[in-house]
């Protein structure tokens, strides 16, 4: 069935370093969807991306969206402790009423 | 605006027993979706309804159902319960479906 698949696994960075993770689909997504679940929480809506190229910016994290609307990528500059956590990707699948998620990447930060 | 509630927040049920989880949407919000999520399958769709009408459902057994009541409240059950449906049990609201969800805290239920 139709996956998104979330690049890498785990991330352990140094307080300070970027972090970047990346989501692919073989198929076209009509958006995408990132979230971020903090240890011991559940996940939290932090942005939807529509247009093909789109970029969003949220203070220190950048979302992009491809060209091609197969892939999609969150990049958080300047990595604090509060951003310990995992980050996913969703998107509706073709014929909606359904969202997948990626497995989700889930960031260290040692202060 | 009160978020997405789900009770109980935790539950220990024994195997062959059936649980039902709540869920209270987002008001006004008419699409509820439930996620199993566990360490080893992550977030893992389970069925959305929408005015009360499911439309859609994840790969998941008969022993795992839903519904959806008039005031967009949803529950969902899981009858003879095994211990591989330990999980967090996750209720997620929007306004039409395809769009960011509001999650709910969760139900953590532990089969022994």
């Known amino acids: 069935g139709q996956q998104v698949m979330q690049i890498p696994q785990y991330q352990h960075v140094q307080e300070g370093e970027d972090f970047t993770t990346y989501c692919n689909s073989s198929?076209?997504?009509?958006?995408i969807q990132w979230y971020k679940q903090r240890p011991g929480g559940h996940p939290v809506f932090l942005i939807q991306l529509v247009k093909s190229g789109e970029v969003k910016k949220q203070k220190r994290l950048t979302f992009q969206f491809g060209e091609a609307k197969k892939n999609s990528s969150l990049h958080i500059t300047a990595t604090q402790t509060t951003d310990v956590g995992t980050y996913f990707c969703a998107a509706p699948i073709t014929g909606g009423f359904k969202t997948i998620f990626g497995a989700g990447t889930r960031l260290f930060v040692k202060a | 605006k009160a978020g997405v509630t789900q009770t109980p927040r935790y539950l220990i049920k024994t195997r062959g027993q059936q649980v039902t989880l709540s869920c209270s949407p987002i008001?006004?919000?008419?699409?509820v979706s439930w996620y199993q999520q566990t360490p080893g399958q992550g977030l893992q769709f389970l069925f959305e309804?929408?005015?009360?009408?499911?439309?859609n459902k994840g790969n998941f057994p008969g022993r795992f159902s839903g519904r959806q009541f008039s005031n967009s409240r949803s529950e969902m059950n899981v009858s003879t319960l095994e211990l591989g449906d330990s999980a967090l049990y996750l209720c997620?609201?929007?306004?039409?479906?395809?769009?960011?969800?509001?999650f709910g805290s969760g139900t953590r239920l532990t089969v022994v």
């Open positions: 309804y929408f005015s009360e009408t499911q439309r």
């Open positions: 198929t076209t997504l009509s958006n």
């Open positions: 997620a609201s929007s306004f039409e479906g395809s769009y960011g969800y509001t």
């Open positions: 008001s006004g919000h008419r699409s």
